[in-house]
């Protein structure tokens, strides 16, 4: 080595000539540049492979070892090349809009990203879906070494898959009731077809986002919600009336009828009793009866006499008299 | 020789060397590689990665990508059987399957790409063209889920014969079939995004209002009529119940009434005699108060014994 290196000196600083004009110091600028070239190269041997990441060393351009995280020593850099994976990292794509900024409440930008959002229906309407797929890289030999920006084929997949599955449905699925439906049929569709890709990234989830009518076209839809409301609240009114008026009605009916049974037992009860009174007396009567008429004839006359206002009596044998009376007047008692 | 010269050819030499004077050269995982000489390949392609050798100066080496690449396609106004106007924006992968093949045909990525336009593009507007957008926009036949027990309102799906599937298959196959002898192999084909233009834009909105609207219409209605039903059965269910208990009460009055005839008959047919006479007594009773004004005879039962004493 050093004989070499004197070699190097001897041949620069060998032979005369014109004397140079700049003074450089050939043996400087040697140990410069080797000094230079040795440290990059050992610096080249080191590398670091983060927690979520994991390392790819490639030998003369060829797969050679994964390193878990740490500190590692490889060859030199053109002999041995490391790539890093974030393999444990949750990655985050989103489609429809984006985080303007991130926190407790977070900012979107919705108007820019339309392009992405709106689509077409089933039914051959239009919707506007926003939505984000969440990730990982699982292969980190496919991830790096299969698909030319993994990332932006994963893109362009999620846009292809969601609008086949959103055009598989009708409107009021996708706003309403089928969103949990979509999100899962994405998910499969969007695995599988990453496994076809030999992406080698494993789906964690789908989760659509807000899912909205157009902008023109969003207060008909919310008219068509007001008007299910107020169909609800016409019936329930009909309903309350009904349920204010019927009872009543039927209260009353059973008071009408306990009434009339009430009058029922109160007649024929009276009927009884009149009846055995009646019986009764007609029993005493049958034992003597010429007594009996007349006792009663009398005790009858005495209250009715005693209650009369004007009597007058008069002799049987002046029965004449009658028209020369004047009635009206109180007479004797 | 002084020593700035001497470095000025040193710096020469390295680079004459790092340009095409390497005797080796490396292939990485994601590439593929062809060896010319003086512009004509020499042997097969290299698609081995790691450390190869050859001549060096006069053997040049081009490289591939051997990945999966993207293809997207200009997204472009097309229209269907139906003569409808639609943005279709595409998609597809491919890579390169034959270096040598590629190399001579299409030279570079550049030229693959826009060859790869023409195919598909062109491949793409004949698909389109023989389907309607119906068949553009669907995959499947499945029913459409409904969220109220008004079914009947609610939107369907049209039955399809062939789906968006089919026709990426169509497009796909036109292309593997355009794209057979150029070294690319085209693995999938996919409808990126597919719009309605501007114009078409604003009257689809104008009859999806029209649409919502008359589904709204159509629940007002409904509740209108039910609210009404109600009220008839309201007005049906109050009569019948006050008809009922009139009925009901009159009929036992009725029964009350005729039990109590029943019973007074019976009890004063056994000596209607009696029966006036006792009567006629109470009456006698009732009738006179201090407002009459009576004239007696005494002939008669009670003041017979007026005159006489007998």
Known sequence: MKDQLQSIYELLEGGGGKPPEIKIPGRLIVTVVLALVLVSVGWSCFYTVEPEEVGVVLRFGEYNRETPPGLHLKMPTPIERALKVPVQRQLKMEFGFRTVSAGVRSQYERKSMLGQSLMLTGD???????????????????YLFKVRNPRATLGVLNEAVMRQVIGDRTVNEVLTVGRQAIAAEVEVRLQALCDQYDLGIKIEQVVLQDVNPPDPVKPSFNEVNQAQQEKERLINEALTAYNKVIPRARGEALQLVQEAEGYATDRVNRAEGDAAAFKAVLAAWKKAPKVTRKRIYLETMEQVYSKLGS??????????????????????? | MNVSQRILIGVLMLSIVAVSGSPCYIIDETESAVVTQFGKPVGVAVTDPGLKFKVPFVQK????????????????????????????????????????????????????QSRLDDILDGATRNTIAKHNLLQLVRSSNRTAETSTETGGNQDKLTKIEAGRDELAAEVLAAGVAGSADLGIEILDFRFKRINYVEEVRKEVYTRMISERNRIAEQYRSEGHGEAARIAGEQERELKIISSEAYRTATEIKGKADAAAADIYADAYNRDPEVYAFLKTMELYRTSFDENTEAILQTDGEFLRFFDDPG
């Open chain 1, 311 to 333: 009597k007058q009596i008069i002799d049987d044998d002046l029965a004449g008299v009658l028209p020369l009376l004047q009635l009206g007047k109180g007479g004797a008692r």
């Open chain 1, 124 to 142: 051959l309407n239009v919707a506007v879906v926003e939505w984000i797929a969440q990730f990982r890289v699982r292969d980190s030999y496919k």
């Open chain 2, 61 to 112: 080496v081009n490289r591939f990508e051997k990945r999966f690449l993207e293809w997207d396609g200009e997204p472009n106004q097309i229209p269907t059987r139906d003569k409808r106007f639609i943005w279709v924006d595409t998609t597809a992968r491919w890579r390169i399957s034959d270096p040598l093949l590629f190399f001579q045909r299409l030279r570079d990525e550049r030229g693959a």
